[in-house]
């Protein structure tokens, strides 16, 4: 009976130890696991810092470019686009571009605080459209989502459609901060966005100033009724241009220029989005930034991204 009594014992002594035993492991697992996890969310914060900080750099060596193009007479026009070299740092690579701005229709001209001025920017983004093959009721979307209208214009969609979306929302009432914006419209699907995304810009001031030596044919077009897309780009095959008279001269400019339409080209720009790509340990991240070069210290930070401006 003792003998029994005593394997009986033995046998709970080695299943409380197996069993202890196993707890430990369960616990070290996790302990690993855990710590894993907090290393990895400290390597991603790490590198999301280091990204930031290659990003500020091609952003000074942007404003650096900009200016020193200017000041030696350069126009900064040709650096729109471009990629630079990429630049090696440890455990990736860098590369930057400039995209001019004022080359591109500022949609937020449709919210000018003067009602005429900024009826003539709805009534160019209309043609716009037209061009791209899009419908009108964009512009008129637009304009209600500027201003916050509760009564939308005929055929626009009203505040009450936006709210029975999914999630719902309303109309903004202020100013687009990003041209991605514009998908919250009904009438931009992603084909729209598309169209638009290359010719249009979202700056923090409601006038609309274009670019004629490095803007688009349709957006030309646009802004001079008379102008047909094809004449417009017969037009900018002549660029540069010195000064504003020098493209009012061109023959195809001068019968269909008018005066209201001058405020609203020019032959240099004055806002830039620079963009930083940043690769490390192979993960890109883009990171963007609005910039007006003569403006020292204006801090434009948009957003990052890994997708387009």
């Not at 590198?47 to 470019?65: N, S």
Request: glycine letters at 6%; hydrophobic letters at 45%.
């Amino acid at each position: 009976m003792h003998r029994c009594s005593g394997s009986r014992q033995d046998g709970s002594a080695l299943l409380l130890a197996l069993v202890a035993a196993a707890l430990a492991a369960v616990l070290a697992v996790g302990l690993v696991e855990r710590a894993q996890r907090s290393l990895a969310r400290t390597e991603a914060l790490v590198a999301a810092e280091r990204g930031w900080q290659y990003a500020r750099g091609m952003d000074e060596i942007a404003v650096a470019l900009l200016r020193r193009a200017r000041s030696e007479g350069i126009d900064p026009a040709l650096l729109d686009g471009a990629w630079s070299q990429p630049f090696e740092v440890p455990g990736g690579v860098v590369q930057g571009r400039l995209i001019d701005q004022n080359a591109r229709f500022n949609v937020n001209a449709l919210a000018h605080p003067d009602g005429a001025t900024a009826a003539a920017a709805q009534a160019a983004f209309r043609r716009l459209l037209d061009a791209l093959g899009l419908d009108r009721i964009i512009a008129d979307e637009l304009a209600d989502w500027l201003d916050g209208a509760s009564v939308p214009s005929p055929g626009s969609a009203a505040t009450n459609w936006y709210s029975r979306r999914d999630p719902p929302y309303r109309t903004a009432g202020v100013v687009l901060a990003n041209t991605s914006e514009l998908r919250w419209l009904r009438s931009v699907d992603h084909e729209a966005w598309l169209a638009l995304a290359p010719l249009v810009s979202a700056l923090p001031e409601p006038e609309l100033v274009v670019n004629v030596n490095t803007t688009s044919p349709e957006v030309l077009a646009a802004l001079l009724p008379a102008l047909e897309p094809g004449q417009a780009r017969r037009v900018l095959t002549d660029k540069p241009f010195s000064d504003l008279p020098a493209f009012e001269r061109h023959p195809l400019v001068a019968p269909v220029m008018r005066p209201d339409v001058r405020r609203h080209l020019t032959v240099s720009s004055r806002w830039y989005l620079a963009q930083a790509r940043v690769v490390l340990d192979e993960v890109t991240r883009d990171y963007f930034r609005l910039m007006i070069p003569e403006v020292p210290g204006y801090d434009g930070f948009r957003y990052v991204s890994q997708g387009v401006p």
